[in-house]
């Protein structure tokens, strides 16, 4: 088993995108205007990777070895600009399979510069051939690639996830009640500003209802409250549903 401890002490600080950004540390944004900029840093980074030879070689990959049950170009394309846009330290992921989402994250760490950023996978499955997919080259930067076989249950029952991590993928079984359960769970984890993304939203009702539990509402108007909605921007791309959690 990793030594979670010797990992988290070598990692750097994570702090909010859009506050890096600001040239002054004491110029304030409006809650909402960062995202703007967001969403076209994630299109702009979704549409160059699209067309890389990165993703070619990854859809190779995928078809020689079997598309069933593995995400496809455009949800890929979304995951990594996603991660390089949040330049995430601490990653955990359910359900990685055979790789493909793995790869995309791992080569967002590598084109933003992440030496130190850390992917935790878990698999449950014994079927199949975990992080088949991943080139070697990313697969052994850094060490960040770091592959946990086994239920995601279990590996909380023992206390062996980290407590504080900055983005989380669901991609296990898509069952409304897993789905929602795995939200529940990894949403206290997250920091202010980290991310909760899922695959596979359109299956069922689980992420449409998580992220309703997450907005609170005015009485009078009936609009949002942003000082006691507890994320700063949610949305679905593809089959990718993501939310930007807020904890002040």
Not at 17 to 23: A, D, G, T
Not at 180 to 195: A, I, S, V
């Amino acid at each position: 088993m990793f030594s979670l401890l010797k990992y988290m002490k070598k990692m750097p600080a994570f702090s909010l995108p859009w506050r890096r950004r600001l040239e002054n540390p004491n110029q304030m944004e409006s809650a909402a205007t960062p995202f703007y900029a967001m969403w076209d840093a994630v299109a702009r980074l979704a549409h160059e990777i699209r067309g890389s030879d990165f993703m070619a070689e990854m859809i190779r990959r995928r078809d020689a070895y079997g598309s069933e049950g593995v995400m496809g170009a455009l949800d890929c394309a979304t995951l990594y600009g996603l991660t390089r846009w949040l330049r995430p330290v601490v990653v955990m992921e359910s359900g990685g399979f055979i790789g493909m989402s793995s790869a995309f994250i791992l080569k967002a760490f590598a084109d933003e510069n992440l030496t130190a950023a850390k992917l935790y996978s878990i698999e449950s499955s014994d079927e199949c051939e975990q992080g088949a997919l991943i080139p070697d080259e990313l697969r052994s930067a850094s060490g960040g690639f770091i592959s946990m076989h086994g239920k995601v249950e279990d590996f909380l029952k023992r206390d062996q996830l980290p407590g504080s991590i900055d983005m989380f993928l669901h991609d296990s079984s898509h069952s409304y009640r897993h789905m929602l359960w795995e939200f529940r769970q990894f949403w206290p984890r997250l920091r202010d500003g980290g991310l909760l993304v899922s695959h596979d939203v359109q299956m069922n009702a689980a992420f449409p209802e998580f992220i309703a539990r997450t907005y609170a509402h005015d009485k009078r108007t009936g609009r949002r409250d942003a000082g006691r909605t507890s994320h700063y921007e949610w949305g679905r791309w593809g089959y990718i549903g993501f939310a930007i959690k807020k904890t002040d």
